[in-house]
């Protein structure tokens, strides 16, 4: 994410265990112990620091990602793609109903700036928000320390696709990436390709579910395969997704292994749509409109197609286009 740390706020404050204190327009955020807390003109609320900084992570990492990161129920981002929208009650019919609502509209350089400086002071040693609960201490207790290899990894984005020369490599148990434990049982073998002449160079394989097996993080999509707006972005899931997502254009999801539970609820006012079971070789459309939560019991593997064309946005938001991609 590009940053601008110039225009980053914050302070230390006596009582706040070592953390600092951030301001971002009429934000404030404080962390203590065991909750992270926001504060803007009209209200406060307060999350657990854990899912905050999952949140959190997320956001920095995907620069915002696609439309809506919420953080949960009352706080979090919309992206418009240059600018961010920081919210607190928008989406919260509670909140509306009560006028306590409240977002304000900023750079995405001087937003990212912020959440990324609240990241990396945020967390210690010893904590990994990308992580699955079971491969990482915990994000409680007073500031000690940093972890800044784990809170500046960046989420993986190729140029054509993975394996390929100049592209982002192969995991490999050289490079870093182990199998997890999850998927020992998931082949290794690379396919064998063999172009006829003139073609070599033009094209290429690789073994997915290999690459998946040695993900070290989770609730992550990165993009390994790109064809013009068409983007691959595969992840493996473990535990809760930390967000709440909702989209500004229709996402396909394809279950590669596993299980994972959908909790599809309205973007607008967050009542609940549908609950979604899918099982591997199960694929779903999650609409335009909606917001989603996974829950995977075990670590699994999802394919999530994204369509990175800039004008979709627009049309969905205006109604030209349908929120789902299939009349039946
Ligand atoms: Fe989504």
Redesign the pocket.
């Known amino acids: 994410m590009a940053s601008d740390e110039s225009t980053v706020r914050s302070e230390l404050v006596e009582g706040d265990l070592g953390y600092r204190r951030f301001r971002l327009g009429g934000f404030e955020f404080r962390r203590d112990r065991y909750f992270a807390h926001v504060k803007w003109p009209k209200g406060s609320h307060s999350l657990d620091v854990t899912a905050f900084a999952k949140a959190l992570m997320r956001d920095v990492a995907w620069g915002f990602f696609?439309?809506w990161v919420n953080f949960d129920d009352v706080f979090g981002t919309t992206n418009h793609y240059g600018t961010v929208d920081v919210y607190a009650g928008r989406y919260n019919a509670g909140f509306r109903a009560a006028g306590t609502d409240y977002f304000e509209t900023f750079p995405t350089s001087q937003a990212g700036a912020t959440f990324n400086a609240m990241l990396e002071d945020w967390t210690n040693e010893g904590f990994d928000p990308f992580a699955a609960p079971q491969e990482t201490g915990n994000a409680y207790g007073p500031k000690t320390s940093s972890n800044l290899a784990a809170v500046r990894r960046a989420r993986v984005v190729c140029k054509r696709a993975v394996g390929l020369a100049g592209d982002i490599p192969r995991r490999t148990d050289e490079n870093g990436y182990p199998v997890n434990r999850d998927f020992a049982d998931v082949p290794q073998d690379e396919p064998e390709v063999r172009p006829e002449p003139g073609f070599e160079g033009q094209i290429h394989a690789f073994n997915l579910y290999s690459y998946l097996s040695r993900s070290d993080v989770t609730w992550n999509p990165s993009v390994c395969s790109v064809v013009k707006d068409s983007l691959f972005c595969p992840t493996s899931e473990e535990h809760i997704l930390p967000i709440f997502?909702?989209?500004d254009r229709v996402?396909w999801f394809v279950q590669l292994s596993d299980t994972i539970e959908w909790e599809v609820a309205d973007k607008e006012t967050g009542s609940p749509r549908a609950r979604v079971i899918m099982h591997a070789g199960d694929v779903a459309a999650?609409p335009a409109d909606i917001k989603?939560k996974g829950f995977s019991p075990k670590r699994s593997m999802l394919l999530?197609w994204e369509n990175a064309d800039s004008k979709l946005p627009a049309l969905y938001a205006g109604g030209k286009l349908s929120p789902y991609p299939v009349d039946f």
């Open positions: 696609y439309g997502h909702g989209n996402e999650m989603h999530v």
